[in-house]
């Protein structure tokens, strides 16, 4: 931390130097017309002598990441955002004045530059400057060139920095673009509407999850971060809007893991007249083919194991999975005290209160989920641990719903909607006894959302996916704070949360 304060010591004195010699340090007035990409990807199969030809002057402005001065002349690479170029300056080209100021700048700042293309002895594709001047001083030195940023919570903290030195964290988030533009434009072109809904909501809903709570001072109402769209986009749906949907973010206040975050990237859609078979095949080939555009192919390697995303994927119903994957008896799918039983044989601690599909449902976590390594639909969840959903026309006990899991994680929630008005209230009624239970993830009553039913909902399906999961797929990333700019982090030693702060005033 020492040799840290005196290299920023040294910056601000080179910072004062140059405002004592009338420089600006921070200009506003460059303006490059080409990037290192663009001249790379146009020029780099040229050999040098048809490079002499292009008399061509490019501008180009970016960050300085390797100096290397040589008396008279130097060699510096600087990055922006295509990638990185070398460039060549002489004191003969660009000015002795120039040249002086210029050997003064350091590893990080920003100059913007004029010349034009050439290679080197060595064959590199290089910019032959003509002019060079300060863009931006900096204040902070870069990490250690050859070992670069490696902590990984310090790499969580400062992406600004991780992104600066490591090239590789940067291909991540373009992918993460691409792939919600792949699902946007998937979707846009089967007639679905793109919408947002409300961030805060005066019931949170459309999920089993804790809620962030704020309160408003002019309505002087409770409001909560939503932990989901779904009742709101339900709601446009009885309004007419038949194909609609959203991405956007979730607030879910939970723990943090490498698969959570408490704010998180959710798509949600829903279509009338499907059923959930219908988002299937829609999931399916939506998934697919974002693969395929992304990495080249329907394979891609995740921690060690190649996942193939080609369809069809495989189906299993939630009782299916428990005798696939355990050693249960077929008898705990129909007697609860056998399923109480073998609950807790599995490490489980079931509650009394709880029915035989909750029992089986925690089961089936415990026991099958981390082995759908492969894409697999998992179909024919309990009516009880599913209150949005409509309950199979053979079978009440069990709902039209299925959950998509890749590598043991879940991936998608989706099902045919209940629409029924009065069956939703009595659904919503028990889960207002699970919450007074003690149960803090239970739905709230929602009796707008009842109303709204009552007006009438055409037969409908939704789905949600998890974006920030797939990226993580699509990228082999292990950890969703790779596939998010900015996660949530404790506060660093020594520094209070702001809300501690507020509270000690």
Known sequence: MEEINELIAQRRQKLEDLIEEGINPYPNNFTPDALSGEISEKYESLD??????????????????????????AFVHIQDRKGKIQLYLKRDSVGEESYRQFKKFDIGDFVGIRGRVFKTKTGELSIDVSHVELVVKTLRPLPEKWHGLTDIETRYRQRYVDLIVNPGVKEIFIKRGRLIQHIRNYLMERDYLEVETPMMQPIP???????????????????YLRI?????????VVGGVERVFEINRNFRNEGISPQ????????????????????????????????????????????????????????????????????????????????????????????????LGKILTEIFDEVAEAKLIQPTFITEYPTEVSPLSRKNDDNPDIVDRFELFICGREMANAFSELNDPIDQRERFEAQVAEKDAGDEEAHFMDADYIRALEYGMPPTAGAGLGIDRIVMLLTGSSSIRDVLFFPHMRPEEGRKSAAKELKEK
């Open 205 to 223: 809903g459309g999920a089993t999850a804790k809620p962030f709570m704020t309160y408003h001072h002019a309505l002087d109402m409770d409001l």
């Open 48 to 73: 040098g002598e048809t490079l002499r030809e292009i008399e061509d002057v490019f501008t180009l402005a970016g960050r300085i990441m390797t100096k290397r001065v040589m008396g008279k002349a």
């Open 260 to 355: 959570h975050n408490p704010e998180f990237t959710m798509l949600e859609f829903y279509q009338a007249y499907a059923t959930y078979e219908d988002l299937i095949d829609l999931i399916e080939d939506m998934l697919s083919s974002a693969a395929k555009e992304l990495t080249g192919s329907h394979k891609v390697v995740y921690e060690g194991q190649e996942i193939d995303l080609t369809a069809p994927w495989d189906r299993l119903t939630v009782n299916e999975a428990i005798l696939k994957y355990s050693d249960a008896d077929e008898s705990i799918l129909t007697d609860r005290t056998k399923a109480f039983d073998y609950a807790k044989k599995v490490g489980l601690e079931p509650e009394e209160r709880w029915g």
């Open 228 to 236: 989901a769209p779904e009742l709101y986009l339900k709601r446009l």
